[in-house]
């Protein structure tokens, strides 16, 4: 009864609305004082992480402020390599930092779900947040890194632009490497099963790294391992819609939305909307694409890109969102200004 109120999830069945739903990849981040002021109070960006009742409140606080559509569980995509095991630390303003792989990396079910309980909880918590809190028409989302992603941050240890150490142990030990993307794809399952049997009503998969591969390995660490998650997950949870994001896949988009199976595809910056309208429309559900600095300048561009966005792709059901997650420059005003601007378009 509920669920048929949430706009977001009667979108990604396919039925558009009026207006397309909205929310904003990071939309709980540092571009709201409020989080700053619960980071602040939890010590670090990890412990937030872990803390359920911090990580609802920043869930939380966007919500507030703009009424999205969508929440997304405060996390991160690096939870994962930590509950296998691998240390991890976020540096203040030089991003994640992990330890060296373990030589026994091993999925040990119970000792992972362990270990990433405080995240079940606050998913719970923040299903029950948004009810007490008169948001009943908001959807929460969860999500995972793909494998090849998580990869890449599992082996280079870092951020960085082309990730070569991942890419030269991906050819040069392939062996390993498909038991590492393997491990990956039975860990992000059961991590997102979980997720959902706690309450997210729809998961994401985020692939930033996608866009790094030629496209014969785009085809065999992207697509193919998350056909499996996507197999797995809708084996365990037929009802829960799967967003996909393989940013920087090109035109491999294309191949990514038929094979993988993915309920809808996040789009990045870089699509033009025209060939996204023409050529993924037609077969799979889109969420996108305005860019991040677009809606920081808050310029005479921002209306007018959110328009071209709306007027292009707004005809079939579709999910307005950023091309990649909100930058930390956001002055709030700008996201109230293209929220209105997208809640009241067409009327
Ligand atoms: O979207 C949301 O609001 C939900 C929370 C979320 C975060 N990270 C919080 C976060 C999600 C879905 C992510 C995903 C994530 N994390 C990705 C995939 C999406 C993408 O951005 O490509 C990746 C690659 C990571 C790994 C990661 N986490 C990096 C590289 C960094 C440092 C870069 C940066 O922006 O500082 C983080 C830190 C991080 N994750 C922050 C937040 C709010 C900033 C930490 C802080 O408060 O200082």
New binding site residues.
């Given amino acids: 009864m509920e669920k048929t109120t949430k706009k977001m999830l009667s979108t990604l069945k396919g039925i558009p609305s009026e207006t397309p739903p909205v929310w904003?990849?990071?939309?709980?981040?540092?571009y709201l004082p409020e989080?700053?002021a619960t980071?602040a109070k939890a010590g670090s960006?990890l412990d937030?992480?872990y803390h359920p009742e911090l990580a609802t409140e920043?869930?939380l606080q966007?919500i507030r402020r703009f009424g999205f559509d969508a929440s997304?569980?405060?996390?991160?995509?690096?939870v994962v390599p930590h509950a296998l095991g691998q240390d991890l630390s976020?540096a203040?303003?030089h991003?994640?930092q992990l330890g060296p792989l373990p030589h026994d990396l091993q999925f040990d079910a119970t000792d992972f779900h362990k270990r990433l309980e405080p995240v079940y909880q606050a998913v719970e918590s923040i299903r029950a947040g948004l009810e007490e809190e008169g948001f009943s028409g908001t959807a929460l989302i969860g999500?995972s890194?793909a494998p090849w992603?998580l990869a890449c941050?599992m082996i280079d240890r870092k951020?960085s632009k082309d990730f070569a150490a991942t890419r030269l142990m991906a050819l040069a030990d392939e062996e390993k490497f498909t038991n590492l993307i393997a491990l990956l794809v039975t860990a992000i399952s059961s991590y997102l099963i979980k997720q959902i049997e706690r309450g997210a009503e729809i998961v994401?998969i985020?692939d930033?790294?996608a866009g790094v591969l030629p496209p014969s390995q785009f085809f065999k660490w992207v697509i193919e391992p998350t056909r499996k998650i996507v197999e797995t997950v809708r084996a365990a949870c037929p009802e829960t819609p799967i967003i996909g994001?393989p940013?920087g896949a090109g035109v491999l988009y294309q191949n990514y939305a038929s094979l993988t199976g993915v309920t809808a595809l996040g789009i990045d910056t870089q699509m033009p909307v025209t060939w996204v309208r023409d050529v993924l429309q037609p077969s799979v559900i889109v969420q996108g694409n305005l860019d991040p600095f677009t809606l920081a300048s808050g310029s005479p561009a921002l209306l007018k890109e959110a328009d071209m966005i709306l007027s292009t792709l707004g005809d079939r059901p579709f999910v307005f969102n950023l091309g990649?997650?909100?930058d930390?420059s956001t002055p709030p005003e700008h996201v109230k200004r293209l929220v209105d601007h997208i809640r009241g378009y067409r009327s």
């Fill in positions: 904003l990849m990071r939309q709980a981040g540092r989080y700053l980071r960006f937030l992480c920043v869930t966007p997304i569980l405060f996390s991160d995509i690096l976020f203040e303003n991003g994640p999500f890194g992603t941050y951020g994401q985020f930033s790294w994001f940013k990649h997650g909100i930390k």
